[in-house]
């Protein structure tokens, strides 16, 4: 039977937008938004970070934060994988019932409790052992190029002229890194939250935002504030 916990990863330090984590968005640190989508969903819930801020704010939420996160699972290098690594082994010797991680990711605030309850009920239900979510792809693959410097081609060769949409014949999701959820074992003796029974969730693409800079940051603050 699988025993879940939910886990969310959040350093202090980042590249792209610095300190993007606890940047105020709407009178909300972002992390918030995430800490406020769990709140009320019945499972152990932790925080991984190394950062102060963070921590004070999980209290808040009354969201465990007793492991300390290391120097070397917080460098911007860090895998998903070697920063869960220890906070496992860790877990282990606090609750050994635990064996399967909820992973959240807090630059993905638009996910809500009822992507996270789908996601955990696809996982029982396939009997998987890990899963991502997944939305339909805003562009089309066969619409994508590759620039190099003055030059381009299409990334898919057989790309050999415009055609309408629905002529093409595949249907494209992309891995919106909303929801992870792997079995411990993977982590622990895998080094990996991906297994061979590995599965996926749908998530509506209008809730697959990924803060990765500043127009998705400002695209957020704009959303959230029509919706208070």
């Known amino acids: 039977m699988n025993k879940f916990a939910i886990v969310v990863p959040a350093r202090k330090n980042s590249r792209g937008l610095k300190n993007k984590n606890v940047i105020k968005i709407n009178n909300l640190r972002l992390?918030?938004?995430?800490?406020?989508?769990?709140?009320?969903?019945n499972l152990p819930k932790y925080v991984i970070t190394d950062s102060k801020l963070i921590k004070l704010i999980s209290k808040k939420y009354k969201i465990n934060n007793?492991?300390?996160r290391s120097k070397s699972t917080s460098r911007s290098n860090s895998t998903l994988s070697e920063t869960l690594k220890p906070f496992c082994e860790w877990l282990k010797k606090k609750n050994d019932n635990i064996n399967t991680l909820i992973i959240l990711q807090c630059t993905?605030?638009?996910?809500?409790?009822?992507d996270i309850l789908k996601a955990i009920k696809d996982f029982n239900e396939k009997n998987l052992n890990?899963?991502?979510?997944?939305?339909?792809?805003?562009?089309?693959?066969?619409e994508t190029i590759n620039l190099k410097k003055n030059n381009w081609n299409y990334n898919f060769k057989e790309v050999q002229e415009f055609r309408g949409r629905q002529e093409?014949?595949?249907?494209?999701?992309?891995?919106?890194?909303?929801?992870?959820?792997?079995?411990?074992?993977?982590?622990?003796?895998k080094n990996s939250i991906i297994s061979k029974k590995h599965g996926y969730t749908i998530m509506p693409k209008s809730r697959s935002l990924d803060i990765d800079d500043k127009a998705n940051m400002d695209r957020f603050q704009l959303l959230s504030k029509n919706n208070n």
């Open 31 to 41: 992390i918030e938004y995430t800490f406020r989508t769990i709140k009320n969903i």
């Open 66 to 68: 007793e492991f300390l």
């Open 168 to 189: 093409y014949r595949i249907n494209s999701y992309f891995i919106n890194g909303s929801i992870f959820i792997s079995k411990i074992s993977n982590i622990l003796k």
């Open 108 to 114: 993905s605030p638009l996910t809500n409790s009822k």
């Open 130 to 142: 890990s899963l991502f979510s997944i939305s339909e792809s805003f562009e089309h693959p066969y």
